[in-house]
């Protein structure tokens, strides 16, 4: 394993041991909320800084990106964390939420760990070295055809301005699919998506901190990662597809005829 990969790993293992010692009790948890439909609670802080603490002290020269902190330092390397994908699972005590730690060289993904404390599943990848599950090497799966297909997502949380043309996407979807399924982690799905038990993944306005490891993971694991416009750019525009290859082409289609001008640009 990479130094850097198996010092996030350890980040990601420490903040994992207090979100599943808070998830004995939530009901004492301080909760609040950022915006509409958007909460943070103490334990997404104390993961946060946690992960951060363990990372400074191994790399003091490198920045962070945390949803709860915001940016710190500056240089070529930037870690890039979210302590707690799927805080209102979490709140629920419904088990589908991550941590996700992912490293940015000249803005370029190079490590990246997702890890799910309630499973023990541990899912990694380093440029250029394959992605795994633990210690097994993982690939994306080997479907062909939609109709096979699952495909996972997110829907409309926060902001609803993109909601038409997402339930036009996602009609399609169901006629033209073996299903749909919305866990409530992107970066879990998009785990999900690397080790072959989705096919496919989209989502509209994500964060970089929901999908920097996982887009590397699926990369590593044999499938393809873009943005709607088929670019690049996922990582800055938020708006994510990711699949097998053999059914990267259809699927994209499909997204790509509902969206609005907006999302088209």
Same mark, same amino acid.
């Given at each position: ?58 790399? @003091? !020269?490198? %920045?962070? #990106? ?6 710190? $330092? ?6 890039? *964390? +979210? ?99 919305? @866990? !409530?982690? %992107?970066? #879990? ?6 080790? $072959? ?6 989502? *509209? +306005? ?60």
């Amino acid at each position: 394993m990479h130094p850097m990969l198996n010092i996030a790993v350890k980040a990601a293992r420490r903040a994992g041991s207090i979100i599943t010692r808070a998830s004995e009790d939530i009901g004492v948890l301080t909760v609040n909320d950022k915006g509409y439909n958007d909460f943070v609670s103490e334990v997404d802080l104390a993961s946060e800084k946690t992960i951060i603490e363990v990372l400074s002290k191994a790399y @003091p !020269g490198h %920045a962070f #990106l945390g949803e709860e902190s915001g940016l710190s $330092g500056d240089g070529e390397n930037v870690w890039i *964390i +979210d302590p707690l994908d799927g805080t209102t699972n979490f709140l629920h005590s419904y088990p589908q939420y991550s941590i996700s730690i992912a490293l940015q060289y000249r803005g370029e993904i190079t490590q990246a760990v997702v890890y799910d404390p309630n499973s023990n599943e541990l899912f990694t990848a380093s440029k250029g070295q394959g992605a795994y599950l633990n210690d097994r090497r993982i690939r994306v799966s080997k479907k062909t055809k939609m109709k096979e297909c699952l495909i996972g997502t997110g829907f409309p949380f926060r902001d609803f301005t993109h909601l038409p043309c997402y339930l036009k996407i996602f009609e399609q979807l169901v006629r033209e699919t073996s299903g749909i399924r919305r @866990p !409530g982690s %992107a970066a #879990l799905d998009l785990a999900y998506t690397a080790a $072959g038990r989705f096919d496919g993944f989209f989502e *509209i +306005d994500l964060s970089k901190w929901d999908i920097a490891a996982g887009g590397l993971l699926i990369k590593e694991a044999g499938g393809i990662v873009s943005d709607f416009s088929g670019k690049d750019d996922w990582i800055n525009s938020g708006n994510i597809i990711a699949s097998t290859p053999k059914i990267y082409e259809p699927f994209i289609k499909i997204i790509s005829k509902h969206l609005s001008k907006e999302l088209k640009s």
